[in-house]
């Protein structure tokens, strides 16, 4: 069949839905808690707004004795419990037809081979088409003979000849733990599938607020002007979390803080904010310019001033009473895994040299909150008495991530019925207020971005690689160095190592 | 909260929605105005309508009405609580229901768009009404008039840019999913068929779509039924693509090669549809190439009566 343009596509007619072609998803680790609460319900939430193709089957893989109803019991009972989207009859019948369970361990030949038996059972019930995406779900130990596995049995893309389908593969973080493994698991998996077909999921850059920093900064004249070293004393990217590890210490302990989100959700930040404009907004153009940032950027020259980490203690938190990290089930006593961790990287190029980014992760702070604050340089006069501007800051340009997404700026205002007294005040602008109250979840887009094969909003491994060759001298700093990490009350924000961080820079930390 | 104007005028009614927001601090980032008028239907699902589709994107919402009586203007202010914006209701009588948009226009929310919504009958020309004039966008519903093909006919002779009507948006799902399946077979369609019940305008406005785009003319067939397009089927050389409808919720789906499947394909509220529209308010070329095809094609023997 020629390659001839589908008559019925029109580049004008832009709400004709983006809707995925046959094809089946495999999830490996079913019953994890991350395919209960956001993968599966993202794939319904799909098929209910009529973006999944009718055919699409749905395949499990666990170490479970199933047979396929339980599955889609199960299947069913997290999506009523999580997805966005109420849950329909209609659409439930449409999914159930396409969805089988594969028992079995990923070390089991046979199980394999059931596996590519339920597929060509469903390529031919469902029209799948031999087009097969692989979810791995599953602890990153496990990545290696699961792709081995898939390789084998002639599942992955390599090896497949035209007309047979597409095969693609999709691995959540962490990517590695530092530079080396980093680079042996992408040897692994670029052994299996090409470079084009694994998709590495940072669902942050999932989310309609990371995406609205790009339409911010490049829909915008108003803000570019000051986006730069002239106007812009330093960058202040946070994100805290206000529980503790919560049941998570066999995957906690060892990573810490800067491995756990700094290396991906925050160094994906850095490169968003401070990237140059990309010719267009293609995955290879995105890329490019992200990656050229993150290898402009560098931590601290002297590694025991820029940086700090600290393991929050027994507290009351929130008027809750909780434990300290070392007094967590399953924590080591001498564990030396950081929950706080902050960092300084200086960005070597002509828009930002002499700005410095700080960089903070951590649990057991006083509140939930992601946001990148860009504090501008203090006005170079003010024409006014000393006395009338002691409540007067700097200007500040705030882009709220999660929760109450939106963007906060920051300046000053005279005090009514004052003679001249200026304070600062907050003009705020709330994604919620203007848009959608319920926006679709970062997965949902994910999800169908890798059933498109449309890969702008994923990582490539360049950009992994060099976020650990920013992290890798810090991570090693902390291992080799005498210091423990600093202990801070739960519920605080952070050790006092933190704020000297700062202090030594003649700066403090907004309070988000 | 809810304040009743009696005898009011647009002066009164803006200086008390700012004091009720003051009072229940609702935020001020409403992004539209959107203008009901809502003579002749159910103003209680009508506002419910728009009150629904404005959470995803709260606005001003103005519903007007006509009644018998003396020259006299009431409005009923909703603000806060389960609204997501604000809420005015406007009741004209006499001489003012023929100024209706002097009363409108300073109500308009600075800067935004504004978007005027027929969801019952409307005029023959949307662009040149005077409530029309004040809007960007000109929603009009011809499945909520009593004859539902010829007014859309009469919609496509007059469609100009910023018109938009609500039965394009209930073709969305078909459209997507018979996009969907020529995705898959890039062969070409020579010909295709839809049955929908008697009357039908969406069966009749897919068909001028389908025309518009593959150079065909499709047929329309009557059945009985009583869920509006029953079915659509696409002849390509691969073979024949197949939707049907079997009840109001599910379709079944058959191509070549390939096992027959079910997929969920619900009527959508009128909710959905207003809030579908009120997320693109860009011009829709698609929407223009489909009036134009269908205006074309019913352009015969009554073109004069209908383009006036």
């Known amino acids: 069949m020629s390659e001839q343009p589908n008559p019925l596509r029109d580049i004008g007619d832009r709400r004709l839905p983006r809707m995925s072609g046959p094809c089946a998803l495999v999830l490996f680790g079913v019953t994890g808690d991350l395919a209960r609460k956001k993968v599966l319900p993202a794939i319904y ?89 692989f979810y791995l779900s599953i602890p990153p130990a496990a990545f290696d003979i699961a792709t081995d596995q898939l390789r084998r049995h002639g599942l992955a893309g390599h090896g497949r000849g035209q007309g047979q389908g597409w095969s693609r593969v999709v691995i959540e973080k ?78 906690y302990d060892g990573i810490g803080a800067a491995r756990d989100v700094i290396q991906n959700h925050l160094l994906q930040l850095v490169a968003l904010t401070a990237m140059e404009e990309p010719t267009s907004f293609d995955a290879d153009q995105l890329h490019a310019e992200k990656l050229k940032v993150l290898a402009a950027t560098r931590p601290a020259a002297d590694l025991s001033l820029g940086t700090a980490h600290g393991q929050y203690l027994a507290a009351w938190a929130g008027g809750q009473q909780v434990v300290g990290y070392l007094e967590e089930e399953g924590i080591p006593a001498d ?56 409540n007067l800051g700097v200007n500040a340009l705030v882009m709220r991530i999660q929760p109450d997404e939106g963007i906060t700026l920051r300046f000053g205002a005279k005090v009514p019925a004052t003679q001249m007294e200026v304070r600062d005040v907050s003009m705020d602008f709330a994604y919620g207020t203007s848009f959608a109250e319920s926006s679709p979840e970062a997965y949902e887009r994910l999800i169908l971005d890798v059933l498109l094969g449309d890969p702008p909003l994923f990582p490539r491994h360049e950009e992994v690689e060099a976020s650990w060759r920013i992290l890798d001298p810090v991570l090693d700093h902390w291992a080799e160095s005498a210091e423990p990490p600093q202990g801070y009350p739960a519920g605080s924000w952070g050790p006092a190592s933190g704020h000297e961080m700062l202090a030594r820079d003649g700066r403090t930390w907004r309070r988000p | 909260m809810i304040i009743e104007l009696e005898n009011t005028n647009a002066g009164e009614i803006g200086q008390r929605i700012l004091t009720a927001r003051d009072r229940v601090g609702v935020p001020t980032g ?37 009644e ?44 935004s768009p504004v978007i005027a919504w027929w969801p019952g009958a409307a005029p023959a020309r949307p662009a040149d009404d005077p409530i029309g004039r004040l809007a960007h966008r000109r929603i009009t519903d011809a499945m909520g008039s009593a004859d539902s093909i010829p007014t859309l006919i009469e919609r496509a002779h007059n469609c100009g840019p910023g018109d938009i009507d609500l039965v394009w948006t209930r073709l969305t799902r078909w459209r997507g999913l018979l996009a969907a399946a020529l995705d898959q077979y890039r062969s070409p369609v020579r010909q295709a068929a839809i049955q929908a019940t008697p009357g039908n305008a969406a069966g009749v406005l897919l068909a001028a779509w389908l025309d518009s785009r593959l150079e065909i003319e499709t047929r329309v067939a009557d059945v009985v039924g009583s869920y509006g397009i029953m079915g659509v089927e696409l002849a390509t050389d691969a073979g024949r693509i197949r939707l049907n409808r079997t009840d109001g919720s599910m379709a079944t789906f058959s191509a070549p090669d390939v096992p027959q499947r079910l997929v969920a394909l619900p009527r959508r509220d009128l909710n959905v549809l207003l809030t579908e529209e009120l997320r693109r308010l860009d011009d829709d070329a698609a929407y223009y190439a489909t009036m134009a095809t269908l205006a074309a094609r019913w352009g015969g023997e009554d073109d004069e009566g209908l383009d006036r």
């Open chain 1, 45 to 133: 939430d799909l098929a209910n707004r009529g973006l999944l193709s009718p055919a699409f089957g749905l395949v499990g893989f666990a170490r479970r004795d199933w047979r396929a109803d339980h599955f889609a019991e199960m299947v069913a009972e997290s999506v009523k419990a999580h997805a966005r989207t109420p849950f329909r009859d209609d659409v439930w019948q449409q999914l159930l037809e396409g969805i089988r369970f594969v028992p079995g361990e990923l070390d089991d030949d046979e199980a394999f081979e059931r596996l590519v038996a339920t597929l060509a059972e469903l390529d031919e019930a469902q029209g799948t088409g031999g087009n097969h995406a």
């Open chain 1, 174 to 251: 962490p990517f590695g733990h530092d530079l080396a493994s980093a680079q042996e698991l992408e040897r692994k998996v670029s052994a299996a599938f090409d470079p084009q077909s694994v998709f590495r999921i940072d669902h942050y850059l999932g989310k309609e607020t990371v995406q609205n920093m790009l339409a911010f900064r490049f829909a915008n004249q108003l803000f570019e002007p000051i986006w730069n070293r002239t106007y812009i004393d330093h960058v202040q990217i946070t994100m805290a979390e206000d529980i503790g590890i919560a049941g998570r210490a066999g995957y």
């Open chain 1, 335 to 390: 564990s030396r895994t950081e929950t706080y961790a902050a960092i300084r990287v200086d960005i070597d190029n002509r828009r930002w040299a002499g700005v410095p980014f700080y960089l903070r992760a951590a649990k057991r702070m006083p509140r939930r909150v992601t946001e990148v604050a860009l504090i501008l340089r203090p006005a170079p006069h003010l024409p006014f008495l000393q006395s009338d501007v002691t």
């Open chain 2, 30 to 66: 409403l992004v539209f105005t959107m203008i009901v008028v809502a003579d002749q239907c159910d103003i209680e699902q009508v506002v419910a309508a728009a009150t629904d589709a404005g959470r995803e994107h709260p606005s001003r919402i103005l519903v007007l009405r006509d």
């Open chain 2, 68 to 111: 018998d009586g003396p020259t006299s203007l009431d409005a009923q202010l909703r603000v806060g609580g389960e609204v997501p914006g604000d809420i005015i209701e406007l009741t004209f009588r006499g001489e003012l229901t023929r100024h209706r948009d002097s009363v409108v226009l300073p109500l308009l929310l600075p800067d």
